[in-house]
């Protein structure tokens, strides 16, 4: 039972948030290294972008709800989700009309298009505070567990309990769903093969007939979707609050970075090489050593590498040893 | 000729001293009223405001003088700017006694830099941290709110008490987070209970799962929870429920509201903990004389705040002076027994009990019973989470 119960806890405390983690921040790196890879700058409004498209979501189930339509056991969120994709999309492709259109035109260097980007983010974070508050806000209903602690220990007779949140689980099938139809996309369809050739290698794929703007339209649409549902995911699984969606900004850009940017593979291995760092880095394995070590063994201390105030220095610290000997990423991403 | 100038200068000498009688007395109602409390602030504000008027009402202060309060916002956070206002009162509007400051970092810098320097006496409503204990005040510093120091204690005891000596803590990462878990610390331990272990928790973060791994590993019957229910503390509950850490949590003054029961309902049924708070008439009654000049009279150290200026008021009539140190003298006699108990509405009976040499025991909306050094003994209640709801156990 030792070496169960010992697996049990690694599970709840570590394989089960991280995996969920993990999949949120990949659905948001993929966002990041797709505008990268086709418009080729860092887009630092992504993480206020998730903020927008989640708050735009979370109003419309409000909506929902007050119309008495619930989604049964799944949250009624995942009803409004096309609606908000929507929305969010026009937000984005207004925005790259207004603002960037003109930037790409003047072929300005990618670092001015990434303090554009900066400025856009702050608006939208005026914009998502102002329509809906700095507050927390809860919108996450249907059944909250698929199996909870104490019926997991009365089910398996074990001393440690499992839980796996519903959000969780949609979170991973969610997230697999999304990425294959991403992949199928990019590497099947007739538009996705002219995005990846634009992202090669522009001139040539101008020579050769392709529409930019319809590129830059439909690379844009896709990052609204993939930064609504991570946003959305992300509040369902945790708490909607506009300001921690501005401190996501940087596990995605590492995950994206230690993926390799550009490359939409690199940011799903490196969304979960970060969720998983940071989670295990910080976690006090007392419990699970105890389990596993004899007796005489037992760890007095807590066993744990790091305090989880340095959970975000985590995530640099991977960023920088990655940069320092495998500068384009995991995964050999674009380097300019 | 000469004589007759001299006549007049002395003349205008008396006149002017017999305006100075008359003059009405200044006292500072310096507050927050910007920065992160900026919301508690008007309350206190008024609390303090209705107690000055009360006063003048009654006419009969300190031979018919007047009494004025002159706000001065002395921020939260910002320790020079809380000196400068207090210093501007002090210099150019005379003021002859403080009511404040809030927060305890802005209430000892003014009370080091301007006050005890001046010799004038002050008196926070709000200022909890234990450093304000050890101060050297010569004095002239009281406070209506009981230290951190004697939470922790009490929160050690009714832990010991319900028979649990294995207990996590993890606190919110400011001053009153870390005081409160170092007070908790020492007396929990001191009498014989385990901390497994003792973790900071930032607020305004989604996400506290980590954490929570941390703690269940190191286990423990309870989890005490010294944070903000509006910010980290609610999240730290929610991912111990989660995960099955904790099923059980003591919850310190931050995490005793209404929130609570909204966010957990009867999840945490059987958590338990405890806040300032008394349970006298006087509560009520200062309570409805607010609320008929539409102040929130529940806002946290409101009462206080009408206590302070009281207090203070009634220390200068029975001192028949606004020098600080008689003043001070004074302060203990009058919030103390023995005497006539004192209830809020009642000051006018106070003053008259004062002129005529009678004692005091000001008792008034928040229970004042001063200790030494000039601090609030505390008046706690504890509670328990029964059926999703916060009930009242017993008064400490």
């Known amino acids: ?16 948030p991280a995996t969920a983690y993990g999949a949120q921040l990949a659905l948001g790196a993929l966002g990041v290294t797709l505008i990268y890879g086709i418009l080729r700058f860092s887009n630092f409004a992504h ?50 009309r207004v603002v960037y259109r003109f930037y790409r035109r003047q072929r300005v260097a990618p670092v001015i298009l990434v303090i554009v980007s900066m400025g856009v983010m702050f608006v939208m974070n005026g914009i998502v505070r102002f329509v809906i508050g700095v507050d927390d806000q809860v919108f996450a209903d249907g059944a909250r567990f698929l199996i909870n602690a104490r019926d997991f220990r009365d089910l398996t007779g074990l001393d440690e309990g499992l839980a796996i949140r519903t959000t969780q689980a949609i979170t991973l099938v969610t997230a697999i769903v999304v990425v294959a139809a991403l992949f199928w996309f990019l590497n099947r369809t007739r538009t996705g093969k002219s995005m990846r050739a634009y992202s090669d290698n522009e001139d040539l794929a101008l020579l050769s007939g392709i529409d930019p703007e319809r590129v830059v339209a439909i690379t844009w649409i896709i990052v609204a979707a993939l930064a609504t549902i991570a946003g959305v995911l992300y509040g369902l699984d945790k708490t ?48 699970v050593l105890g389990y596993l070590l004899p007796d005489a063994l037992e760890p007095a201390g807590l066993m744990q590498l790091l305090s989880t105030d340095y959970k975000f220095a985590v995530s640099f610290a991977i960023l920088v040893i990655v940069l320092l000997f495998r500068p384009t990423g995991l995964f050999r991403g674009q380097t300019s | 000729m000469k004589r007759l100038m001299i ?18 007395v200044k006292i500072g109602v310096i507050l927050g009223f910007t920065g992160p409390l900026e919301s508690l602030a008007p309350p206190i504000a008024a609390g303090a405001e209705l107690a000055i008027a009360e006063v003048n009402e009654a006419g009969s202060f300190m031979n018919g003088r007047n009494v004025e309060g002159i706000r001065g916002d002395s921020t939260c956070v910002d320790a020079s700017a809380a000196t400068a206002v207090a210093e501007r009162l002090v210099t150019s509007d005379g003021i002859v006694g403080i009511v404040g400051a809030m927060c305890s970092g802005a209430t000892s810098a003014v009370f080091t830099n301007v006050a005890r320097p001046n010799g004038i006496v002050q008196i926070s409503p709000s200022a909890t941290s234990p450093a304000l204990t ?33 207990v996590a803590v993890t606190y919110t990462n ?32 989604a996400d506290y799962s980590a954490e929570i791994g941390a703690l269940a590993s190191a286990g423990g019957e309870a989890l005490v929870v010294a944070g903000y229910v509006d910010e980290g503390g609610s999240g730290i509950i929610r991912a111990a429920l989660d995960s099955g850490a904790f099923d059980m949590f003591v919850l310190p003054d931050g995490m005793v509201a209404g929130a609570l029961e909204e966010n957990f309902g009867n999840s945490i049924d059987g958590s338990f903990g405890q806040h300032p708070s008394s349970q006298n008439e006087g509560a009520q009654t200062l309570e409805a004389m607010l609320a008929e000049d539409d102040v929130d009279g529940t806002s946290p150290y ?52 004062l002129t005529e040499g009678g004692d005091i025991d000001y008792v008034g909306a928040s229970d004042v019973e001063l200790v030494e050094p000039g601090e609030s003994a505390g008046n706690y209640r504890e509670i328990e989470i029964r059926d999703g709801k916060i009930e009242t156990v017993t008064f400490h």
């Open chain 2, 7 to 24: 006549a007049t200068a002395v003349g205008a000498l008396c006149a002017g001293s017999a305006v100075a009688q008359d003059d009405p």
């Open chain 1, 240 to 287: 909607f609050k506009p300001f921690t969606y501005f401190q996501l900004l940087l596990p995605i850009f590492a995950a994206a970075i230690v993926g390799g940017l550009g490359s939409p593979v690199g940011a799903i291995a490196g969304g979960f090489v970060i969720a998983f760092s940071e989670v295990t880095v910080t976690y006090a394995f007392k419990k």
């Open chain 1, 47 to 96: 993480g206020d972008t998730m903020a927008f498209g989640a708050m735009v979501t979370i109003l419309l189930t409000w909506w929902l709800q007050a119309q008495d339509v619930t989604f049964g056991v799944l949250p009624t969120a995942l009803l409004a989700l096309p609606a908000g994709i929507a929305v969010t999309a026009l937000l984005v492709l207004a925005t790259d």
């Open chain 2, 174 to 205: 400011n001053d009153y987070g870390k005081g409160l878990a170092d007070s908790f610390e020492s007396a929990f331990t001191e009498a014989g209970g385990t901390i497994t272990l003792s973790a900071a928790h930032e607020d305004n973060k």
């Open chain 2, 302 to 353: 409101a009462k206080e705040g009408y206590d302070a200026a009281a207090v203070l008021l009634l220390a200068m009539q029975a001192a028949d002076s606004t020098d600080g140190q008689a003043v001070a003298a004074a302060v203990m006699n009058v919030a103390n027994a023995p005497g006539e108990p004192i209830m809020p509405g009642e000051l006018a009976k106070a003053l008259q009990i």
């Open chain 2, 134 to 166: 050890t101060i050297e005040d010569d004095g002239l510093f009281f406070r209506l709110a009981p230290s951190d120091t004697r939470q922790g204690e009490l929160m050690a005891e009714i832990i010991q008490g319900r028979g649990i000596d294995e």
């Open chain 1, 1 to 16: 039972m030792e070496p169960l119960n010992a697996l049990v806890a690694l599970a709840n405390f570590v394989i089960v």
